[in-house]
Structure formats: C-alpha cells, structure tokens
C-alpha cells in the first residue's frame, strides 16, 4: 500500500489496494489510521459489486440507508443512487444531491461517521466534489471567537438554510410526505470534538444548522452565515475529481463538502453508502 498527498494540507490517495478482495485486518488498521488523519481518502480505478463495495462501507462502521428511500440500490438498501440518468422517462437515481456545502446526516440524532461513494459513470465536464476542512477553519479562529464559541449548541434540521426553493437545483433533495414526518430538530455543538481523533472541528455551520439554542433567531442566523463564510474559503478547499471506478471515502465530522452542479444530458451515476457514528458519541 503506498500514499500520495491529494492536495495540501488534507486528502490522500491510497495506491496498491484491490477493494474487491478483503482487507487484511493490520492493513486495515494503517487505512484506517491514514483516512482520519488525511479526511478524503481515494482509491482509483476499482471494479466492485454492490456487495463488495458494501463490504468495504461495513469496515468503518454500520452503514444506515437514505431517508430517501425510492433510490435504494435494489440488491442493498444501503446503498443510495445517485444519478442524472432517466429509465422510460422516470429517474433512475438521487440527481443534484447536496450541491451546497454540507455534512451528511447532520439533520439525525446519531449523524454520519462517513460516507463512500463509489464512481460507477463520469461525466465528460463537472462533477466534483468540494471539501472544506473545518479542523483548519476551526484552529485559525482568534481565542477570543473559539471561547465564544464554547458550549453553543446548533439546531439542525434536514434541509439547506440558504435555499429552500423547492424548485431549485440547489435545494435539499426534496423529501415526500412520509419522509419529512420522519425528520425533526436534533442539536450539535458548533465547535464539536471530532468522537475519532478528539480535535475539534466547526460542525455543519452550512446546511442542516437554522439556530442556536438560547439565542435569538437573526442573532444567530447571522453567527451561523459568519462561520459559513469563514468555513468554506477557498484555502480550506480541496476539489476532487472523478474517474469511473473511483472509491472516495470522507470524514464528515471534520469537512463540510459540495457536490458541484452537472449538465443534466450528460450522465453521471455514483453510488453511495453512509456510515453512522455510534450512539453515545459527543455531539
Ligand atoms: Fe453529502
């Protein structure tokens, strides 16, 4: 197994690894070692199955399906589609997911450890990922913002806080009726200890995150859009491209991450499975 830096300061390419075979358990330990320490981790160029790729998912914990539950993969519910493609006029997958920055799962109680995806077809332009690294943008903040910071407690709830257009490309993916009766108000700290690596991290201060308990609403609101702005500047950025067989795997307690917007003639299907935390973990 040999690593190449993916950009500077985080993100990592790991070479010499055939993800359709198991993983010895010490190998696994210095993958898992290198993923937390380096947030993205990417293995190119794989040929795997839903099973084996689930397989791979299972390594870093227990894997929970979509609330958006109509793009399923049909062999594994844990596996979400996500696609641009259209079968007999109806669509095949999730298209325009989280094409604003954001942390996956945020919106739950128990939110996301990580998430995988698995590059099935690439578009010929666009189609990246961008990740924030919210360790640097939380360690750069004066003394005297972070003690503010301290203690607060964010109110999360599916959705995106600047746009909820439900006609927009740039929307949360849309949820039917039974599926928002499902979603409710959870809370997380704005400065969260990362429940790995016990750094701290700013947390979803872009998406899922409307208020701040104990504050009043535009006070925090304004807070809340101070450290979006701060948390998603170009320094902090990390801009992956896609291959078709590419494994990506990211840490979602320490980045926020957007996809980036495709032409919708031009297909592109990635699989995803996301990853929880486990119950219990500081939040
Ligand atoms: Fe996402």
């Known amino acids: 197994m040999e690593f190449r830096n993916l950009g500077e300061g985080f993100g990592l390419e790991a070479r010499g690894i055939d993800l359709a075979q198991p993983i010895p358990e010490e190998a696994f330990r210095t993958l898992w070692n290198a993923f937390f320490a380096a947030q993205v981790l990417v293995i190119r160029g794989q040929k795997l199955s839903a099973t084996q790729f689930l397989s791979f998912a299972r390594r870093f914990g227990r894997p929970e399906p979509h609330v958006i ?41 128990v939110p996301a450890r990580c998430t995988t995806l698995y590059s099935v077809e690439v578009p010929k332009q666009g189609g990246d990922t961008l990740f924030a690294n919210q360790y640097a943008a939380y360690d750069d903040l004066p003394a ?42 959870v809370k997380h700290r704005v400065a969260r200890k990362h429940p790995i690596t016990g750094r701290t991290a700013l947390y979803a201060v872009s998406g899922s995150s409307f208020g701040i308990e104990g504050m009043a609403e535009d006070e925090a609101r304004a807070l809340l859009d101070e450290l979006k702005e701060h948390a998603t500047q170009e320094k902090y950025r990390l801009r992956l491209k896609y291959g078709v067989g590419d494994v990506v795997i990211w840490d979602n307690a320490s980045l926020l991450h957007s996809a980036t917007l495709v032409d919708p003639e031009d297909p592109r299907t990635l699989w995803r499975i996301t990853i929880k935390e486990e119950r219990g973990a500081p939040s």
């Open 144 to 185: 005297g913002f972070k003690a503010e910071l301290a203690g607060l407690v964010a109110l999360h709830h599916y959705g995106n806080r600047d746009d909820q257009d439900k006609t927009s490309r740039t929307v949360a993916s849309v949820l039917n009726e039974t599926q928002e009766g499902k979603m409710g108000w």
């Open 69 to 109: 539950d109509q793009f399923h993969h049909p062999e594994h519910a844990d596996i979400l589609i996500l696609s641009n493609r259209k079968k007999d006029g109806k669509p095949i997958g999730l298209a325009d997911a989280g094409t604003y920055f954001h942390t996956d799962y945020s919106y739950l109680d």
